[in-house]
């Protein structure tokens, strides 16, 4: 029970720390920044579809244009949790985290943020297709979702739609993005799985999966990629992956992850890539602020 309260206690002091500063939560000093050495495009690279210039922008837009459209039923998203497809009171939490992600990347000159957890079930999924949803609405910006879950892929029935062909198809190169990838309200591209992935950590290691994803983001210019990965503790995919990525959003739930769960993957995954922050799901907790906000609206 002690336990319990210290961790909710930490969780707590997290979610004030994010609230009072423009990092999202627990982010760990910050020392020289990682940079993902897996993405030659950096260098030369657009950022962004502004610096995508005459015919290239025109090659891009119509990659865009290309691909299938996803037609979210509102009923399905919001049994799911996920609020973010208008912008309404109960999407508020989920578009101050998107504004304070996007704002902190582009800072840094990232664009690729991993979200995971210490343990199972802490709500990444429901995270990641939040914030992919609420980036919809900013029309001026290009997102790609990711789920990179191989073992227990989610986001499909999340939000309500099947792909026609695996991620592990395309990642391997025997389908194209095009045909792999589905589209809300044409700036958000979402790739997809159907089914667990045997060979998961060979796939998410593969170089083959690095060049695809290269690939990805010079043909199609995105600002932000976003990748739901399994648990940190849960077998050895998500270290298999990070080399692929920026920075990383750690999630936690309060009353189930354990603070050194958290302190632990914390540690871990600041070994591989930049740590964003830490945001805590399912807080009951109702500080200060929240009383007001609520009492003024
Ligand atoms: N704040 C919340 N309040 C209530 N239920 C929630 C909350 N966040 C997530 N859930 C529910 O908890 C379950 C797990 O959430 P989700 O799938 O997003 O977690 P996950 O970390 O991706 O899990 P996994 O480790 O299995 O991939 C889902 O049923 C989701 O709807
Ligand atoms: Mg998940």
Redo the contacts with the bound molecule.
Sequence with gaps: MEKLQKALNDAREARENALRHPSIGQAKPSVAPKVNQNDPARAAAPQGRRAVQGSASTQVDARWAELMPYEPNPDHLQR??ILTLNAEPESNPFDVLRTKVFMLMQQNGWKRLAIT?P??????????CNLAVGLSRQREHRTILFDM?LR?P?ISD?LGRRPQHSIKAMLTGEVPPESQMICLRGNVAISMNTAAVPDSTQVLMAGRTTDTLNRIQENFAPDIMIF?L??MF?ADDTRAFLKNVDCALI?A?AEHTKSSQLDQCEREVAELTNVLGVVL??CRHVSREDEYSDSYY
């Design positions: 799911n949790r957890s343990n199972k079930a802490c709500g990444k999924t429901t995270t990641a879950d227990r989610s999340q739901d399994p648990p849960v999630v739930r799901n399912d």
